[in-house]
């Protein structure tokens, strides 16, 4: 069975830094890509950053782009997104998301391409 769950989220003042991890078990593919989602109160899930392996493609929204990383730890189990200069318009519920044999590009990350799901990471930036 294939489980994603994300963790690293919490409280954090505006201009601050927070480490989200979605950690994958069951996922045993050669080649995969693992967006990020956020979905503020009010809005739709937006879709804010994407990496697969083995190609190392990474996608990020102009939104955060310049602020975030995506990162990967050796055994590729675990998807790290590190967010820096955190923003009161950041705070969401964010929820990473994979599918096999996907490979990010330019054009964007998207829920409806994403096979399997985590039940997302509160993030709340304060001013």
């Known amino acids: 069975e294939v489980q994603l769950v994300e963790s690293g989220g919490g409280l954090v003042q505006a201009g601050g830094s927070l480490r989200l991890s979605c950690t994958l078990s069951g996922f045993t593919y050669e080649a995969w890509g693992v967006g990020w989602f956020r979905q503020a109160p009010g809005k739709e899930r937006e879709g804010i950053a994407c990496?697969?392996?083995?190609?190392?493609?990474?996608y990020y929204t102009d939104a955060v782009k310049g602020r975030s990383t995506l990162s990967t730890d050796n055994t590729k189990n675990t998807v790290f997104l590190q967010m820096d200069g955190l923003k009161p318009e950041d705070t969401a519920v964010y929820y990473c998301?994979?599918?096999?044999?996907?490979?990010?590009?330019?054009?964007?990350?998207?829920?409806?391409?994403?096979?399997?799901w985590g039940k997302g990471t509160q993030v709340t930036v304060s001013r």
């Open positions: 990496l697969s392996s083995p190609d190392g493609t990474t």
């Open positions: 998301a994979a599918r096999p044999f996907y490979y990010c590009s330019s054009y964007g990350v998207f829920s409806e391409a994403m096979d399997y």
